[in-house]
């Protein structure tokens, strides 16, 4: 199987979830530094850092699903539960990170299943690649783990 640069994507990948990227913390690292006290606090023009986190998994699911091949005509940009309504008793602070952890690692096992020959392989109804979406998830992730470092620090953690 040819798939140096999918195991590079994936070392990337895990490098921004768990290890020591060339930003700063990691995915978890940040986020396991977050009191759950707080993470339900939603300061003015902003997401709560729970939404925030339960948004990073809903486009983890939606990337697995396109790389499963599972994706509908309309589920892009139409993501199912893409900024969903939390609930404290259900949506805990542990339970986020589980399921975030989990989404994860069930994305690379996934993408370990898979050859180089697909990261050049538009998805279904869009102008981009497999390459583009899973760099596009790690910007992502990283993008939104500094709105929470944003609102840890806004709220003197």
């Given at each position: ?57 809903a486009w983890m ?95 003197g953690e």
């Amino acid at each position: 199987m040819n798939n140096k640069e999918m195991q590079s994507i994936i070392r990337n990948m895990d490098n921004v979830m768990y290890h020591q990227p060339w930003y700063g913390d990691a995915v978890m690292v940040m986020l396991k530094k977050i009191h759950p006290a707080v993470v339900y606090i939603n300061p003015p023009h902003s997401h709560a850092a729970i939404e925030i986190v339960y948004h990073m998994i809903a486009w983890m699911h939606f990337t697995a699903d396109a790389v499963n091949g599972t994706i509908r005509e309309g589920d892009i940009g139409e993501i199912p539960a893409n900024w969903r309504g939390i609930d404290p008793k259900v949506h805990t602070w542990n339970a986020a990170l589980e399921e975030l952890e989990q989404t994860h690692k069930k994305l690379v096992a996934l993408l370990e299943t898979k050859d180089d020959a697909l990261l050049s392989q538009k998805l279904p109804n869009r102008e981009y690649n497999y390459r583009f979406l899973l760099n596009g998830l790690m910007q992502h992730n990283i993008y939104h783990l500094g709105q929470i470092a944003f609102l840890k620090n806004l709220l003197g953690e």
